[in-house]
């Protein structure tokens, strides 16, 4: 079955927040204290996309400007039961081509100490590993996460 893409706005957050809060994350991590009123926020900071099979969403991503040279990509998640149809790895390039159109050099994630099997997944789109990059919105109650970044442009 295929699916959609659409850009997600702040109005979108009592949808996008059911498919963020079904990735299962490990109830220690702050994602799993995000509520809808953070959905819409952050979402009004930048934007988000959300994926649909049919009318149902079953994946989401959002993205935030962090100065001239960086968006960060945030909050991906895919419904446990539409993974491994390339939804996830749409929404990331969905991120990156705002990225580059918007002349940002570089995409930044940051993963939690408590996800790091998902690893993997962005280093196969092709993110790496930054020790010396920052991650602006690290949760100060969390341990420090893992930070990636990809060239894009700029």
Request: with cysteine; charged share 20%.
């Amino acid at each position: 079955m295929t699916f959609t893409l659409r850009p997600a706005l702040p109005a979108d957050a009592p949808v996008f927040h059911p498919v963020m809060m079904a990735a299962g994350m490990d109830p220690r991590s702050s994602w799993s204290r995000t509520t809808v009123d953070d959905v819409r926020w952050s979402l009004g900071q930048g934007g988000g996309f959300l994926a649909f099979i049919g009318e149902e969403a079953v994946g989401c991503v959002g993205w935030r400007p962090d100065g001239r040279e960086t968006l960060t990509l945030n909050k991906l998640s895919t419904r446990p039961e539409a993974r491994g149809r390339g939804i996830g790895a749409a929404l990331v390039r969905a991120v990156e081509e705002v990225a580059a159109r918007d002349g940002y050099a570089r995409v930044l994630l940051a993963v939690s100490q408590y996800n790091l099997a998902v690893l993997p997944f962005y280093e196969h789109l092709g993110y790496r590993v930054d020790g010396g990059a920052v991650y602006a919105h690290a949760n100060p109650h969390s341990p420090p996460p893992v930070v990636l970044v990809k060239e894009v442009g700029g």
